[in-house]
């Protein structure tokens, strides 16, 4: 019996010191353990998330706005519009294409003045400011506003149309600025803020999550452009293009530049940044050149990618790579042997994705480079070697052909792709797009949508055509022109003769 009550005795005092241990010496395991399934409260003052990422300190909008609103100023832009085309079949949707393809809306009174609104922010504290390049381009007047209301006159340095990417100066010393992170590392999913004047509503501050990555808008027609737009929900609307969109850590990681709006022209939810890492280059090259620099080899290659009939009929073994759609005489690709229906797989031994993926890293090579490239011709594999050329100033061009005004008309090439949009049965020729009131060619009746055939009796399809001819006369002299008028789907030619001013 004493035996007994000694072994239960025993067993009573180690049951006592094992608890003492454990909760005493191990105070952790009095935490409860909390499944995902889970959806109770935690208890008040319960320590159970103390290792874990806080959503409050992740997620502190006002630090991020008080650190990088005052980077962000308005920006008001003087400009004169001029007439550009009437109504046109194929309305609608194709006005924002016409928008950035001409640079002025479609149906503007000739010559008024307009101030259009946008944002952008400082980047350097002696007065650099990153925005929009359809902000501030053709401007005539640039004011800049900052959050303390103190007003700038500023000066562009440079702008690039492809990327929609423009830098300005303001004669100030030191400026709040903001800071350009690494877009690269931005994940789908993650919260942004977007910060600009949107519809006049100065200083907006609005949230939302990357949406998506890499997306390509097609907003050049035929020019060439370089898109590769990060997509949020934040809200954007107009007046917030050229401002930042920041990430978590005060860096800004786009810049906002286009949205996709309803029937009303309103935020629906997806808006569209330019990464900040595409944005320093063409800011660097600005800075220092006035201009953008980049590499070309003389393909063109379609926005699509490549679907599975089109890998079956060239015999690839995925999907991936950059089809070439056509190869251009004397250029570098030409010289190097490079066909159509080639398809591009690596370029310095680095994989190339898709279409998009060649053309940016092409265009970011310093002309004079040689570059060797893998391709797939017909199955089987071929390297090639590729010197790379510089890519024609798409703004010296414009500016080369700008002086066509000087006999009251100005004019762009007529494309297929432009014929089809606009539903011309005319494919070849030069489109009017202007035409001043005070000219001779107003008086003979001419308008924006008509199509000149020829000069002197000269076949034109290009500007260059047009200036060679144009050129050579003299104020007081004549220009004989065959010009086409659609109307209803009708066509008719007439032969008219327009006297230089």
Not at 18 to 26: D, I, K, S
Not at 170 to 175: I, L, P, Q, S
Not at 189 to 217: D, F, Y
Not at 292 to 314: F, M, P, W
């Amino acid at each position: 019996m004493k035996k007994v009550v000694w072994i239960s005795l025993t067993s009573f005092l180690l049951g006592i010191l094992l608890a003492g241990y454990v909760f005493v010496y191990l105070p952790e395991k009095r935490a409860p353990q909390k499944s995902f399934l889970d959806n109770s409260p935690a208890p008040l003052g319960s320590d159970l998330y103390a290792d874990q990422p806080q959503a409050k300190a992740d997620l502190d909008f006002v630090k991020i706005s008080d650190k990088v609103g005052p980077a962000v100023v308005k920006i008001e832009c003087e400009k004169v519009e001029r007439q550009s085309m009437p109504n046109l079949p194929g309305g609608g949707p194709g006005d924002d294409f016409w928008d950035r393809f001409f640079g002025s809306p479609r149906q503007r009174p000739q010559s008024q003045k307009v101030t259009v609104q946008g944002t952008g922010f400082f980047v350097s504290a002696d007065g650099y400011i990153i925005t929009n390049n359809h902000i501030v381009e053709n401007g005539q007047k640039v004011k800049v506003y900052t959050v303390q209301s103190d007003e700038y006159v500023a000066k562009i340095i440079g702008s690039d149309p492809q990327t929609d990417v423009a830098l300005i100066k303001v004669e100030a010393k030191g400026m709040p600025f903001a800071e350009l992170g690494d877009s690269s590392q931005v994940r789908v999913g993650e919260w942004v803020l977007a910060i600009g004047n949107p519809l006049g509503m100065e200083h907006t501050v609005t949230a939302g999550i990357v949406s998506a990555k890499g997306r390509q808008l097609g907003l050049g027609g035929e020019v060439q452009t370089y898109e590769d737009f990060i997509q949020t929900d934040a809200a954007i609307n107009r007046g917030n293009s050229g401002g930042p969109l920041v990430n978590m850590r005060a860096e800004v990681i786009g810049i906002t530049s286009n949205i996709l709006a309803g029937a009303d022209g309103g935020n629906i939810g997806i808006g569209f940044a330019i990464p900040s890492n595409m944005a320093k280059k063409v800011v660097s090259q600005l800075k220092e050149k006035g201009r953008v620099v980049r590499g070309k080899i003389g393909v063109t290659i379609l926005n699509q990618a490549i679907d599975e009939d089109t890998r079956k009929l060239l015999n690839l073994p995925n999907r991936k790579g950059a089809l070439i759609n056509s190869v251009t005489p004397g250029d570098p690709a030409d010289k190097a042997g490079i066909r159509q229906y080639d398809v591009v797989i690596e370029l310095n031994d680095q994989p190339i994705e898709n279409n998009n993926d060649l053309r940016m890293k092409i265009a970011d090579i310093k002309p004079g480079t040689a570059v060797t490239l893998k391709i797939i011709r017909d199955g089987k594999e071929k390297t090639v070697t590729v010197t790379v050329a510089e890519m024609e100033d798409t703004q010296q061009k414009a500016s080369a052909v700008s002086t066509t005004t000087d006999v009251g008309l100005r004019v762009a090439s007529l494309t297929p792709n432009l014929a089809r949009r606009y539903g011309l049965k005319t494919i070849k020729g030069l489109l009017i797009t202007e035409v001043d009131s005070s000219s001779d060619a107003a008086r003979k009746g001419l308008q924006p949508g008509d199509i000149v055939l020829e000069v002197n009796r000269q076949k034109v399809s290009t500007e260059e055509e047009w200036e060679a001819v144009v050129s050579k006369k003299k104020s007081g002299e004549a220009l004989l022109l065959l010009i086409r008028r659609e109307t209803d789907g009708q066509m008719q030619d007439s032969i008219v003769s327009i006297r230089i001013p």
